[in-house]
């Protein structure tokens, strides 16, 4: 009768360490998921309006600053290998959109955006453009941190730093639309799936007892992929009444 609760015992175990296994794996590659259906249109359509690059600025700094926060905070090592895939995720929806854009500027004769001027800033032609900036950023973060990351104060107020712009992820897509008046050229699937992530990763911080600006992150983000949601409908509402 011990025997079977001890096999009892350690098959319930071995579950739970593959749920736990498989909700590990989910939260490092399931943030980039959202972004193929968005790559797909990309790719298809040859046009990037419809996507915000400024979500992958967003996103870039979120998780530069959080690679820091964990430096400093060691907490799941499953969140630091999630910002390494997103990190890696943004670098490649940024090389297609340029791409892209460069394949059209060539057939309609318009010139490159090099200048790392304010007016230009993240609307720039050239990939590695990108890559300095992010560069530049990592090294003042690392200078910065070295300074400081001794202070209990400034490891919490990177991670505040770090989710904060987390929360704002799906905004510059939210304002693009707004000023679009249209959510064409946006995968609708990648809000859906940011949605149903941001769903996810909530339970999972809460679940997991990560630090309170994780779970708080999750929760202004799922707001905003829901206002995302309400342009989809209204706008393609309006588009429908006009056509009518």
């Not at 590695?128 to 003042?140: I, Q, S």
């Not at 996810?200 to 997991?208: A, L, M, S």
């Not at 992150?217 to 995302?228: K, M, N, R, T, W």
Request: hydrophobic residues 50%; charged residues 15%.
């Amino acid at each position: 009768m011990d025997e079977e609760m001890i096999l009892q015992e350690e098959a319930v175990q071995g579950s739970w360490t593959l749920l736990s296994l498989l909700a590990s794996l989910l939260m490092v590659f399931g943030g980039a998921l959202p972004y193929v259906p968005q790559y797909q249109e990309i790719q298809r359509s040859g046009n990037t309006e419809g996507f915000s690059t400024r979500v992958c600025l967003v996103l870039l700094i979120a998780n530069i600053l959080r690679i820091f926060f964990w430096i400093g905070k060691q907490f799941e090592v499953t969140l630091l290998l999630q910002s390494v895939v997103m990190i890696l995720t943004m670098f490649a929806m940024l090389h297609l959109c340029c791409a892209v854009q460069n394949s059209n500027r060539v057939s309609t004769k318009q010139h490159r955006i090099t200048d790392l001027n304010v007016g230009s800033f993240w609307k720039w032609s050239v990939f590695e453009d990108y890559l300095l900036f992010c560069f530049g950023f990592t090294v003042l973060c690392a200078v910065v941190s070295l300074l400081l990351m001794d202070s209990g104060v400034f490891v919490e107020t990177l991670g505040l730093l770090a989710v904060t712009f987390e929360a704002m992820l799906g905004m510059p897509q939210l304002l693009q639309n707004f000023n679009n008046r249209s959510t064409k050229g946006m995968s609708v699937k990648m809000v859906l799936l940011w949605t149903a992530g941001d769903v996810f990763k909530t339970t999972y911080f809460i679940t997991n007892q990560s630090p309170v600006q994780f779970w708080l992150c999750g929760s202004v983000q799922i707001l905003i992929d829901g206002a995302i949601l309400l342009q989809v409908l209204l706008y393609s509402r309006d588009t429908r009444v006009k056509l009518g």
